[in-house]
């Protein structure tokens, strides 16, 4: 089935150049069974852009975080309404496969999660089942680019083959996970608390590359870190029981946020 959903052939642009947006969600409400997870949830996502996601545990992030590329569609007793955009095309269209619409996204749990294959492997393996080299020197120059854009390529390269994904630190396996996710060619990445559980030196690695990515990639990353959202987000988006309470500039939200709530959750008053 044809791919419906490519970016227009545009020039680059950056936030703030009135690029039309990435996605597009509109009155989102989500169900598991009769408990309601999501309410009349709207935002845009921009080119070039890293957007937040932040607030309490349980308080919609990671269940909005998942419709953007449909991983609730085989969930059962989930009911979805509302619309979701991606270059002005309904995800949602007949005409579109979600495997395919999948594609244009790359995902990174909070937990690394390497295949224990060797480095080389996990990288290659997306790349391959989508048909995107078609010669051993085109998947070794894809291997070697993904590798580089994750800031890993210099402290791997000479165990590529003979080292499995699952022998390296916590940090690199994560840095591992993200090329792995770039080997796809995605048009936004989703990442879930992905410096959740690696400590502060291999945070700043990760926090650094979220921020290089968006030379050419839209990132949209839960944190529970009001500092890291501080640090590498563009926009911030409070939720706050199923709702999206506030979103805008990350300086607006932490410094004149608009709601009460907000306030008290960057404050660390409440969450």
């Known amino acids: ?19 039309p947006p990435v996605l597009t969600v509109r009155d989102l409400s989500l169900w598991y069974g009769e408990k309601q997870a999501l309410k009349e949830v709207s935002f845009e996502l921009y080119p070039r852009e890293v957007m937040a ?10 269940t909005a975080l998942k ?39 790359g995902w990174v749990a909070q937990k690394p999660n390497p295949f224990p294959k060797s480095i080389y492997e996990n990288v290659a393996y997306g790349a391959r089942i989508h048909g995107l080299t078609r010669t051993r020197a085109d998947m070794d120059a894809h291997v070697e680019r993904c590798l580089r854009r994750a800031h890993l ?76 959202a501080r640090r590498v987000a563009d926009r911030v988006a409070y939720f706050h029981m199923g709702e999206l309470l506030e979103c805008g500039p990350v300086g607006q939200v932490f410094d004149h946020p608009r709601h009460q709530q907000t306030r008290a959750f960057i404050s660390g008053r409440t969450g």
């Open 1 to 19: 089935m044809r791919d419906y959903l490519s970016s227009p052939q545009t020039p680059s642009t950056k936030l703030g150049d009135n690029a």
């Open 53 to 62: 996601f932040i607030g309490p545990s349980g308080c919609g992030k990671s």
């Open 67 to 105: 419709c953007l590329n449909r991983m609730h569609d085989e969930t059962r007793g989930v009911r979805i309404e509302g619309q979701i955009y991606m270059h002005d095309r309904n995800i949602y269209d007949p005409e579109i496969d979600p495997p395919v619409y999948r594609r244009h996204f």
């Open 153 to 228: 390529w210099e402290e791997v390269k000479d165990g590529l083959h003979s080292k499995d994904g699952t022998d390296l630190s916590g940090g690199q396996q994560q840095r591992l996970c993200i090329a792995r996710a770039l080997a796809t060619e995605p048009d936004v990445m989703l990442m879930d608390e992905p410096t959740g559980s690696i400590d502060p030196i291999a945070t700043a690695k990760v926090e650094d590359l979220m921020m290089s990515l968006r030379e050419d990639l839209s990132v949209v990353v839960i944190t529970h870190s009001m500092m890291e």
